[in-house]
């Protein structure tokens, strides 16, 4: 019941009923630094800190499933243009786990914000499809 606030996102098709979680309160045990400022895992010890109130539910970011490729599959993906590669930081990262939005800020499309930051030919990309929501935001 800790976390029944906090907010579920899809991360792809392989196991499906298995859950991580993503979040920015440090690295407890259980979790390991994906980037400076950027954790994943702990939910065991991060549901002892919201019960402690020293963490708010909605700073963790639970996502459902991920995505797997086999060895190879991703660059050849990449170089077809299917995806992109790009530096976030780590209030990009955790937009759905409590980071700061600004006025500025699309805070209902991620990937609309995070190409539009990358310029030049993913801010056309982004502009072409926008309006469209982050569809990847759990009910």
């Not at 259980?30 to 954790?39: A, E, H, I, L, T």
């Not at 995505?67 to 990009?92: C, F, H, M, N």
Request: aromatic share 8%.
């Amino acid at each position: 019941m800790a976390f029944s606030t906090a907010p579920v996102a899809y991360g792809g098709p392989v196991m499906q009923d298995q859950f991580s979680t993503l979040h920015g309160f440090g690295e407890v045990a259980g979790s390991k630094k994906v980037c400076p400022g950027v954790f994943v895992g702990g939910s065991s010890q991060l549901m002892n800190e919201v019960r402690k109130n020293q963490l708010q539910p909605q700073e963790v970011l639970f996502v459902k499933g991920h995505a797997a490729w086999v060895p190879g599959q991703l660059t050849r993906e990449i170089d077809k243009g299917v995806w992109y590669i790009a530096s976030a930081s780590a209030d990009l990262i955790l937009r759905y786990a409590g980071a700061p939005v600004t006025k500025d800020d699309n805070k209902d499309d991620l990937w609309n914000d995070i190409l539009s930051c990358m310029g030049d030919k993913f801010e056309s990309i982004a502009m072409s499809h926008c309006g469209r929501g982050d569809e990847r935001m759990l009910p």
